[in-house]
C-alpha cells in the first residue's frame, strides 16, 4: 500500500549504515546533515530482525555501494522510510518494492574516474610480484630476505578491457617500462589501436603472454564467467593475476583449482563472490600465492566524500519538498 507523500520536513531521523571505518563524521560532507538527527552503524549485519530494529524509526536510510539488499521483506518493516540516499548503480534496491511502501530512491549516477581503484591494482602489483606483504611480516619476526621477486621492465602487462580504468592501469604500466597488450570487447580493441597499443591475437594469447594479466571489465550477463578455468590454466606459473573488478568475472571455484595447479603463480584480488568475507578458513584466503585484501579499491577518503556528498544532498533536496536524482515512480510523482 502506498503511504501518504509528506509535505516538506526540516527535521529528518538518518539512519546511515555500513560505515566499516566509522569514517563518516569525519567527512567534511557531513556538515550537510547538520539540523537532522542522525544514527551511525559501523558493523556488519546480515540479521534481517537485527536491522530492522535498528531502522524501525528512520525517516531515510544512506547507503554506500551495494552493501546491503533492501527489498519487500525489509521495507514491509520500516513504516517511517521516506527516502533511501545513496551514490551510483542501485541493483540491490527493489524499485517496485519501493514503490509500493512509498519510498522514495535517490542515487546520482554521476562518476568520478576511480582514481582510488586504479591506484590500488598498482599497489597490488607491486606488493605481489616483490612479495611485500609477505617479507614485511617475515622481517618483524626475525628473518632477512627469504624470498627473491620480480621486476616489471620488459614484462608484458595484459589488459582484459580496455576502458575508463583499464586504459588508466595500462599507461602506468607503460611508465614502468611494460609492454602492454590488449583484449576485450570491439570498443576497447578500437580504444587501444587509438593509443598505438598492441592488440592480443586472441583471448587465448592475452593470458598465455601476459605476466600480469589485469581484469577491468564490467558485470553483467555477457561477463559473469567469462574468465574459465581454460584460461587461467594458459597462465605462466610465473605470471599474476590481478582483480580489482569483480568476482564474478571469473568462472565459479577455477581461480582456487588454477593456483593450487601453479597457473598462475600468483593472483592479487580486492573483489569476492561473497561480501563482506568474514571467513578466515575461505578457500581462496588460504592460500599462499593469494594476496587478498577487504575491496579496498574504492575506499578512499576523496571518493567517499563524493560519494556521501551526493547521498546528502539528496537528503537536503528531500528535506526540501524537491528530491533530486529519483529513480522510481514514487519519488517522480512526489518531484512533481
Keep these: 500500500m502506498h503511504r501518504a507523500i509528506d509535505p516538506p520536513v526540516k527535521k529528518l531521523r538518518v539512519a546511515i549504515i555500513n560505515d566499516y571505518q566509522d569514517v563518516v563524521r569525519t567527512l567534511d560532507c557531513f556538515a550537510k546533515l547538520e539540523g537532522h538527527d542522525v544514527a551511525i552503524w559501523t558493523d556488519i549485519v546480515e540479521d534481517i530482525d537485527v536491522l530492522a530494529n535498528r531502522l524501525v524509526d528512520a525517516d531515510v536510510l544512506v547507503l554506500m555501494r551495494e552493501r546491503t539488499r533492501i527489498d519487500e521483506n525489509l521495507l514491509s518493516r520500516l513504516p517511517n522510510l521516506k527516502l533511501i540516499s545513496q551514490n551510483g548503480h542501485i541493483p540491490h534496491i527493489d524499485l517496485a518494492a519501493c514503490d509500493r511502501h512509498g519510498v522514495v530512491v535517490s542515487s546520482a549516477l554521476t562518476s568520478r574516474p ?155 584480488i580486492d573483489v569476492f563472490e561473497r561480501e563482506p568475507l568474514t571467513n578466515p578458513d575461505d578457500a581462496l584466503l588460504r592460500l599462499p600465492n593469494a594476496l587478498c585484501t577487504p575491496h579496498l579499491g574504492y575506499v578512499e577518503r576523496d571518493n567517499y566524500e563524493f560519494a556521501y556528498g551526493n547521498a546528502f544532498d539528496q537528503i537536503v533536496a528531500f528535506a526540501a519538498g524537491t528530491p533530486i536524482n529519483v529513480h522510481n515512480a514514487h519519488g517522480q510523482k512526489q518531484d512533481h
Design 114 to 268: 576511480s582514481y582510488s581503484t586504479v591506484e590500488f591494482t598498482w599497489g597490488l602489483i607491486l606488493a605481489a610480484m616483490r612479495n611485500i606483504p609477505f617479507e614485511s611480516a617475515s622481517l618483524r619476526q626475525g628473518h632477512w630476505q627469504t624470498t627473491i621477486g620480480l621486476g616489471l621492465r620488459g614484462r608484458v602487462l595484459g589488459i582484459y578491457g580496455f576502458g575508463r580504468l583499464g586504459s588508466m592501469v595500462a599507461r602506468i604500466g607503460m611508465a614502468f617500462g611494460m609492454d602492454v597488450l590488449v583484449w576485450g570487447r570491439e570498443g576497447s580493441l578500437a580504444r587501444a589501436r587509438a593509443e598505438g597499443l598492441e592488440i592480443a591475437s586472441d583471448k587465448d594469447a592475452l593470458f598465455r603472454l601476459s605476466d600480469v594479466l589485469s581484469l577491468h571489465l564490467r558485470l553483467n550477463a555477457e561477463t559473469t564467467g567469462l574468465v574459465t578455468s581454460g584460461d587461467l590454466a594458459r597462465m605462466k606459473p610465473t605470471a599474476l593475476l590481478v582483480n580489482t573488478s569483480r568476482a564474478e568475472l571469473i568462472e565459479p571455484g577455477a581461480l582456487v583449482a588454477a593456483l593450487k595447479n601453479g597457473r598462475p603463480g600468483k593472483a592479487a
